[in-house]
């Protein structure tokens, strides 16, 4: 069974890397194959040549489409080019494809030219909602309708479209139509629950770590903020534009926050070991990858209380707080309390949790059922 699969538009296999998801993205395809071992996959990429050197799989196969289509310097040229696909079909043998995939919605167009020419499904499997975000970010009007216009037509166009969270598909069906209901289906985020990780026995007690892009999104300056006084310091891994500001911030306020950069998945999820505390500010989400992985390395997680969050956070299993630096500096300040008094119950809830509705297998196995549902 050949499935092609689409990157998001403008993505290569070294974005993959560079960002470190790399590594967890192809745990992922394993998984599938050793579920269905006939299963092969072709990626299309839009990264050069040589993206091909970023995976070395027997049952994968990297296309590059700038081999076929030229690439310009010039983004609106290359999305005018993106429609046109015809030198692909002609010159990459797709005779024994069964299956589109398409990675998050921008690129869904590209995909769908190749469905309608081959006359095979696709499944357009999304990690957040690109039209929510899009006004969550105050983006200008052109981009908000865009984004509407394509969920809009990639609901109607895919065989199946997946999200990650009931709020995502709850969205959904409230701005577009009910009528999509049947199409719509939840595959969360998942976390490999078989690898053996270390959930006792924390070095950095007093170090509290947080993970994701240093945008407004993440809301890193109420953490900040909120530790001024307290005898913890603040731990990140990502990057973003607001970096500077906030090491700013943080010299002001006399506030240590150690700003670690990008790390690959695999040493991220080691990392996360370590620590007793994470934390997610975030006043939007889709179903955050991060978290779970926190919760899954034996992390107390401190979250806000925004819809994505309390989907799968409760009382029992995290500290939830308002997004205001009073509740949140009040439950920092009660920090030392709680762990001496609820962190087994915190730990192991989190734990039953990623193991009964987040874990790789299980996520698998309704996937391949999504795809011989499909194509047999």
Not at 237 to 261: A, D, I, M, R
Request: glycine content about 4%; hydrophobic content about 35%; some cysteine.
């Amino acid at each position: 069974m050949e499935i092609l699969y689409f990157l998001t538009y403008g993505y290569s296999l070294k974005t993959w890397s560079e960002s470190g998801q790399l590594a967890r993205e192809i745990k992922h395809f394993e998984a599938l194959k050793s579920e269905n071992e006939k299963i092969k996959f072709k990626i299309f990429s839009y990264g050069e040549d040589n993206d091909f050197e970023h995976i070395e799989k027997d049952f994968i196969e990297v296309v590059s489409i700038y081999k076929y289509i030229k690439k310009s310097n010039y983004k609106i040229v290359n999305f005018i080019k993106s429609f046109f696909i015809k030198k692909i079909l002609r010159e990459v043998k797709l005779d024994k494809s069964e299956l589109v995939i398409q990675n998050q919605l921008l690129g869904s167009w590209v995909s769908y030219l190749f469905k309608k020419n081959l006359k095979i499904p696709l499944i357009i499997r999304t990690g957040y909602d690109m039209f929510e975000f899009s006004i969550n970010e105050n983006k200008n009007i052109l981009k908000k309708l865009f984004f509407k216009y394509l969920t809009k037509k990639s609901l109607d166009n895919c065989d199946l479209y997946t999200v990650t969270s009931f709020c995502d598909k709850d969205f959904l069906l409230k701005n577009f139509s009910e009528k999509y209901s049947s199409k719509i289906k939840i595959r969360s985020n998942w976390v490999d629950t078989k690898k053996n990780i270390q959930t006792k026995n924390k070095n950095l007690l007093n170090t509290i770590v947080s993970v994701g892009r240093i945008e407004n999104q993440k809301n890193y300056e109420l953490i900040i903020r909120s530790i001024k006084g307290t005898n913890y310091e603040l731990d990140i891994y990502g990057e973003g534009s607001l970096k500077n500001e906030l090491k700013k911030l943080s010299e002001e306020l006399n506030v240590t926050v150690n700003f670690l950069g990008i790390v690959n998945n695999e040493t991220l999820v080691e990392k996360l070991q370590n620590y007793k505390f994470y934390i997610s500010s975030s006043v939007y989400e889709g179903n955050p990858k991060s978290v779970l992985e926190a919760m899954s390395a034996g992390c107390i997680v401190i979250a806000s209380k925004i819809k994505n969050h309390l989907e799968f956070l409760n009382i029992n299993n995290s500290i939830l707080f308002d997004n205001n630096i009073t509740s949140l500096n009040e439950a920092i300040m009660h920090l030392d309390k709680i762990s001496q008094t609820r962190n087994d119950d915190l730990v192991n809830n989190s734990l039953e949790t990623i193991n009964n509705k987040y874990n790789l297998n299980d996520l698998v196995k309704k996937e391949i059922k999504d795809i011989n549902n499909l194509v047999m």
